[in-house]
């Protein structure tokens, strides 16, 4: 539910979400296609044959790229028959600051603007660069800093903008001198909410520096 309480809350309507979710169909399946992603997967195997060797969800949503209509026929996720804007405002009126939704609004957060249905997993080793050579491992890239940071449960997916500016502040390095941002967010809303914080709040623009094919 958080995404849609930041969309409340940073006001990011439906439509934002959508022209966001489609862009980032659009750089996945490209970067899928021009095999970007081949050297980042491990093929899954059982029994000697192969199960899966490529994320499913590019692949599962590639028909709005054809479609994009498809976006406006989602089913939205806090507001239906089953679960009312209403009754979303009313559970989380501590975090909106008010028990009903305003006049007209509808919930915004849909089954194609929101994650697919699995993140998927991943794996890195972090060791010292005397251990990866004597593995015989190539060094793919140096921690030079990083750091954590809670907000409020309700804000949870702002928390990388703050956890960031905590990250630069220890090593002594501008926002403005990073080539790219790797933000692992399924959500638009909440990517959304994080890029306009993160402007308001500290002056970044995440969105110019959004690594390829993640969004």
Same mark, same amino acid.
């Given at each position: 539910?958080?995404?849609?309480?930041?969309?409340q809350?940073?006001h990011?309507?439906?439509?934002?979400?959508?022209?966001y979710?489609?862009?980032?169909?659009?750089?996945?399946?490209?970067?899928?296609?021009?095999?970007?992603?081949?050297?980042?997967?491990?093929?899954?195997?059982?029994?000697?044959?192969?199960?899966?060797?490529?994320?499913?969800?590019?692949?599962?949503?590639?028909?709005?790229?054809?479609?994009?209509?498809?976006?406006?026929?989602?089913?939205?996720?806090?507001?239906n028959?089953?679960?009312?804007?209403?009754?979303?405002?009313?559970?989380?009126?501590?975090?909106?600051?008010r028990?009903?939704?305003?006049?007209?609004?509808?919930?915004?957060?849909?089954?194609?603007?929101?994650?697919?249905?699995?993140?998927?997993?991943?794996?890195v080793? +972090?060791?010292?660069?005397?251990?990866?050579?004597?593995?015989?491992l190539?060094?793919?890239?140096?921690v030079?800093?990083?750091?954590?940071?809670?907000?409020?449960p309700?804000?949870?997916?702002?928390?990388?903008?703050?956890?960031a500016?905590?990250?630069?502040n220890? +090593?002594?390095?501008?926002?403005?001198?990073?080539?790219?941002i790797?933000?692992?967010?399924?959500?638009?809303a909440?990517?959304?909410?994080?890029?306009?914080?993160a402007?308001?709040?500290?002056?970044?623009?995440?969105?110019?520096?959004?690594?390829?094919?993640?969004?």
């Amino acid at each position: 539910a958080t995404a849609e309480v930041l969309a409340q809350i940073f006001h990011i309507d439906r439509a934002a979400q959508d022209r966001y979710a489609l862009e980032s169909v659009r750089r996945a399946v490209t970067a899928t296609q021009r095999g970007f992603y081949a050297s980042h997967l491990v093929p899954v195997t059982h029994n000697g044959t192969m199960v899966l060797d490529h994320d499913e969800t590019p692949a599962q949503r590639s028909a709005i790229l054809e479609k994009p209509k498809l976006l406006e026929k989602a089913p939205v996720l806090f507001d239906n028959s089953l679960y009312s804007f209403q009754n979303f405002y009313r559970d989380h009126r501590a975090h909106l600051g008010r028990d009903t939704p305003p006049d007209g609004s509808h919930g915004t957060v849909t089954l194609l603007n929101a994650c697919g249905r699995s993140d998927g997993a991943a794996g890195v080793i +972090v060791t010292t660069a005397a251990k990866a050579q004597s593995l015989g491992l190539e060094i793919l890239c140096e921690v030079g800093g990083w750091a954590f940071r809670g907000v409020e449960p309700e804000r949870m997916g702002l928390a990388p903008a703050v956890a960031a500016n905590e990250a630069l502040n220890r +090593v002594g390095i501008s926002f403005d001198d990073l080539d790219a941002i790797e933000l692992h967010e399924p959500f638009a809303a909440s990517t959304l909410a994080l890029f306009r914080f993160a402007k308001e709040t500290f002056g970044h623009d995440w969105s110019a520096r959004h690594a390829e094919g993640r969004l």
